[in-house]
């Protein structure tokens, strides 16, 4: 095999609760992830010269060494240097739907169909809780881009419990292209704001991700009811994003008003996204949205669950 083509699926959040800090200065979270059907393709292939080198059709994408995907490969290259000083380098290309800095997990998606793709490229056969673990060090979304569907992540977000798949559920998401937010702001902010609030005993958090997995959204989800996942959607960081970006809560708000199971950011934002019954429901609702917001910087998809992580997909 000289190349390999793979589809790295964004993800939303839809549920993401601080619980506390963390020894290593991350934050303890429980969090409940989806992947959803807009995709970036990840192609890559062998080059004659032992380099790593990063091509996307987004402009707005660095090619450089902080590209999380560059960062994958070359983690890849130092722990199977033979692989690498046998095979030589590879080029990787994006081909880029999924919007960046948007709370989507887009970059983190990328690097996950890197060490996929590399996986299989150089033939290493790591299993898939072998590519996880070295997913985590690099970003704490990774090793849920990997597996993907529908789960709980704990930890830094990086301990992955897989859930029923939910397929069926359409997704209108909003996002304005000229905003951005930094994910280590939402944190930091939210730890200002918020700390007196976090649960620092390690068996206190422990317990507390007991009642997450054994709770209403968990249970929502094994019984494949949209309508109470709709009610039951919860972010902690918009507490922080909203006040901030005004126009994140007034997209929230024009997202929650039409035929719609819920409403919520994704992530640290500023991506907002609402869930509907059906594609007819989404489709009115982002129609409406337009509507409602006639500005050129928002854009509007529909899509729906995806239930897999990283795929590869025939050239
Ligand atoms: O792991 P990742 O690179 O995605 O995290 C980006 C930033 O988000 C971290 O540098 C940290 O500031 C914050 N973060 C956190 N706790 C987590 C995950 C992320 O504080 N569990």
Not at 271 to 297: G, M, W, Y
Request: charged residues 25%; hydrophobic residues 40%.
């Amino acid at each position: 095999m000289e190349r390999c083509s793979l589809i790295a699926p964004a993800k939303i959040n839809l549920y993401l609760e601080i619980i506390g800090d963390r020894p290593d200065g991350f934050h303890e979270l429980a969090m409940v992830m989806q992947s959803v059907d807009l995709v970036d393709r990840i192609d890559i292939h062998f080059i004659s010269t032992d380099t790593i080198r990063v091509r996307c059709s987004h402009p707005g994408v660095p090619s450089d060494r902080t590209n999380l995907a560059y960062r994958a490969a070359r983690l890849m290259a130092e722990r199977f240097p033979d692989s690498f000083a046998n095979l030589g380098g590879v080029e990787i290309h994006i081909d880029k739907q999924i919007p960046i800095a948007a709370g989507l997990a887009g970059g983190s998606a990328n690097a996950a169909a890197v060490l996929v793709g590399l996986n299989l490229l150089w033939k290493l056969g790591l299993t898939q809780p072998e590519l996880q673990e070295l997913a985590a060090e690099l970003g704490s979304d990774i090793p849920f881009c990997i597996s993907g569907g529908t789960a709980l992540a704990t930890g830094r977000g990086e301990k992955i419990s897989p859930l029923p798949n939910m397929e069926g559920l359409h997704v209108v998401l909003g996002k304005f292209r000229n905003l951005a937010v930094s994910t280590p702001w939402a944190y930091k902010t939210f730890r200002e704001q918020f700390s007196h609030q976090y649960i620092s005993d390690k068996a206190e958090q422990a317990e507390r991700h007991r009642e997450v997995h054994a709770g209403p959204m968990v249970s929502a989800i094994y019984k494949h009811d949209g309508q109470k996942i709709g009610k039951l959607l919860y972010n902690d960081l918009e507490k922080v994003v909203l006040p901030e970006f005004p126009e994140v809560a007034k997209l929230r708000e024009a997202m929650a008003d039409g035929e719609v199971l819920g409403t919520m950011m994704s992530g640290s934002g500023p991506t907002v996204f609402a869930l509907a019954e059906s594609e007819e429901n989404a489709c009115q609702l982002r129609d409406a949205v337009r509507a409602k917001i006639p500005d050129e910087e928002l854009d509007l998809w529909v899509t729906k669950f995806f239930p897999t992580g990283i795929s590869t997909v025939d050239n």
